[in-house]
């Protein structure tokens, strides 16, 4: 077998053995582009993921020149290029030259830091489940243009990284929904015993409060029926929320259908598109709206509550509002109510901000404000 035959052999034994242990799409394409750098002499590298709308991600890089990778790689994270709108147009079937990269000429031109002589580079879609979702891309100092045996090699990798990708994001979608499956398994059986169970204790009280005259045992057996009745709302809206139907339909028809199974009337407005929230923002978002209204009704004494929900520029804005009784926040501080204090963690955990702003008398607002990805490339 000739030399470049068993080296290439070697490069893709290499990296099919760090695919196949990988778990982590983010961590293993990391490992899997410094290892293609090294086996190959190539010097820089990164990889674009592409969802259904052409919106692209900077999935991994390698080694990118101090010109592309100043703060924090904001030339790779922005506006469109060649490789992109050739991968969007479809004309990107295969490994290619890219004679002129739009973002390595952005950088020339910019002149503030070392291109490291990197000026040309290598494309390469990557596919997997007869999809393409991406591109791998390889420059070198000085290379302008790479042989048709680089190019398969290069499609021979961009092959396994593809299949690789689709393993992990299966096996990502399958773990989701065995948590999904136990949440409404769980909440099926909430419904089938405890909310049976609460049901009939509210009409057993009915029927043996029509027993007695007694009136102390009649008051007695209305405090258990109030009680049992309270008991099966709170049990409505606990399933309710381990079962978030309706959010498919987005936020803010999720939020209206819930305030109605409450009984709160709730005023939604939405100002500019959400469609740049991810599922995990939108499902955040809508756990803390849920928990607001359940205090709203709870403990604001109103029937009315208005949730505003804001896109403005690289944010997005929420607020639930009430003008019912009001409370004082800093009362509240450090003591063990895990209602608002969740709230706060789920926000900052997505790395948002919670604010809640409550006066006596006036009303409560709470309101959220969260960053929208960071990575999530904008078509210019
Ligand atoms: N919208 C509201 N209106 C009036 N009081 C509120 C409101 N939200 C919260 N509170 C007060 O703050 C307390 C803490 O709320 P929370 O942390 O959600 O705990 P919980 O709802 O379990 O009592 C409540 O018990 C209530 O006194
Ligand atoms: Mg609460």
Known sequence: MSKPRVEKLRTLKTIAETLNQGH???VTLDEVLKELLSLTGLQSGWIFLIDREGSYTLAADAYLPPALSHKQNVLMCEGDCYCLNKFRNGSLTRAANIMNCKRIELAEQLNCFDTEGITHHATVPLEGGGRSFGLLNVAAAG?????EDELHLLEAVAFQIGTAIQRMKLAEYEQ???LLMERNRLAQDLHDSVNQMLFSVSLTAKAAKS?????TLQDMIDFIQTLSQDALAEM???I?????EGLEKGLPSAVKSYGTLIGLTVNVKQTGSLSSLS????LMLWRIVQEALNNCKKHAGTDTAYVNIASRGKQIELEVIDHGSGFCAEAHDGLPSLGIKGMKERAE???GRFAIHSELGAGTVISVSLPLSEQKGRKM
């Open 24 to 26: 982590d799409v983010k």
């Open 143 to 147: 290379k302008t243009l790479f042989d």
């Open 176 to 178: 989701k929904n065995a």
């Open 211 to 215: 027993l007695t005259k007694d009136k």
């Open 236 to 238: 409505k809206s606990l």
């Open 240 to 244: 309710w929320q381990l079962r978030p």
């Open 279 to 282: 599922d995990e923002q939108e």
């Open 349 to 351: 955990t997505s790395g």
